[in-house]
C-alpha cells in the first residue's frame, strides 16, 4: 500500500553555494520506494488544536529518519540518503506534546 510521511530534505542552492534544511511530503510505492516529493517544504496546520499539534509530532517524527537530499540522476530530480549527514536525532520532543491541551 503507498503511503506518505513528513521527511527532512537538504535542498543545496548552487548560486549561494549553501544548503538548507526544509520539511516536505515524500511519497512512497508498496516497497517503500520513493515515487514522488512535495516541490515546496510544508508547514504544520490543523482545523483544530489538537489536528495541529498532532501534526507538529509527524512533523518531529521526521527526525528521527534519515535525512534526504535532492540530486539528479540521468538528467531526472531524485532523492537519495544524505551521506553527509550520518546523525538521526531519535529526540524527545514528542514527550512533550502528549497529553496537553
Not at 28 to 33: A, F, K
Not at 70 to 85: F, Q
Request: glycine share 6%; with cysteine.
Amino acid at each position: 500500500m503507498s503511503h506518505w510521511n513528513y521527511r527532512v530534505i537538504r535542498k543545496y542552492h548552487k548560486e549561494s553555494d549553501s544548503s538548507t534544511y526544509q520539511i516536505h511530503e515524500v511519497y512512497c510505492d508498496d516497497e517503500n520506494m520513493i515515487e514522488g516529493w512535495t516541490q515546496s517544504s510544508v508547514v504544520p496546520m490543523g482545523e483544530s488544536l489538537a489536528e495541529f499539534r498532532n501534526d507538529i509530532q509527524c512533523f518531529l517524527k521526521a527526525f528521527q529518519k534519515p535525512v534526504l537530499t535532492e540530486s539528479s540522476k540521468n538528467g531526472k530530480e531524485v532523492l537519495a540518503l544524505d551521506e553527509e549527514i550520518s546523525e538521526i536525532n531519535s529526540g524527545h520532543y514528542p514527550n512533550y506534546l502528549i497529553g496537553h491541551g
